[in-house]
């Protein structure tokens, strides 16, 4: 994804702190936007945009861990990075254990912060691409019939056709035509392929 795709999202109640941060990433060609509040950037938020949150742990109203723990219950996935003082290591360990991709202690060295950033972009790029690739999925899953979702389950789970010609009680030449179209609808070249498919959208035979 390019950069300019990707934004990284500053939360701090410091101005100076603000400013110095998107100087420091504009000039690396990052798309910034600043908050000087928890409750400003969840104003102004909106689900599905890419990058990653830089966020100080200490605020005056919403603190940063509160934000973080906010956007969980959101189901928001979104990297965060936390800045800390020296006072507020535990604070940060709290907030990893929660979810938070690392967390910076000042006064920090740029590029230490600037490879946190592109980690934590780098693992919202990847979340995004399993989210497509659950989406893809599960579109292809809602073309099957039942009969055809039950004989994928069965497949995908190692039952030979003559086993899941018995349990379904039909010919196994019936077995054959359900799982060629099963192949044709989920537009799996393989087995393996088609097993893959399953484990991302997490259909298995609970037998």
Request: proline share 3%; net charge negative; charged share 30%.
């Amino acid at each position: 994804m390019a950069k300019n795709e990707t934004t990284v999202f500053i939360v701090d109640d410091d101005q100076a702190m603000r400013n110095s941060l998107r100087w420091l990433l504009e000039s690396v060609g990052r798309k910034v936007e600043t908050y000087e509040s928890a409750n400003h950037f969840l104003s102004d938020y909106y689900p599905g945009r890419s990058g990653c949150l830089v966020l100080d742990v200490r605020m005056p109203g919403m603190s940063g861990l509160e934000l973080q723990e906010k956007l969980v219950s959101d189901q928001i996935t979104m990297p965060v990075i936390i800045i800390t003082g020296h006072g507020d290591v535990p604070m940060s360990v709290r907030a990893m254990k929660a979810g938070a991709v690392d967390f910076v202690e000042k006064p920090f060295n740029d590029q230490v912060l600037l490879d946190c950033i592109q980690r934590a972009l780098d693992q919202d790029e990847k979340q995004r691409g399993q989210q497509s690739k659950r989406a893809d999925v599960a579109s292809k899953l809602a073309q099957l019939t039942p009969r055809e979702h039950e004989v994928m389950k069965m497949v995908v789970s190692g039952k030979p056709n003559k086993v899941v010609a018995d349990q379904l009680n039909v010919s196994a030449k019936t077995v054959e035509a359900h799982r060629a179209k099963v192949m044709e609808k989920m537009q799996a070249s393989s087995l393996a392929e088609l097993v893959k498919m399953a484990l991302i959208a997490d259909v298995f035979d609970d037998e």
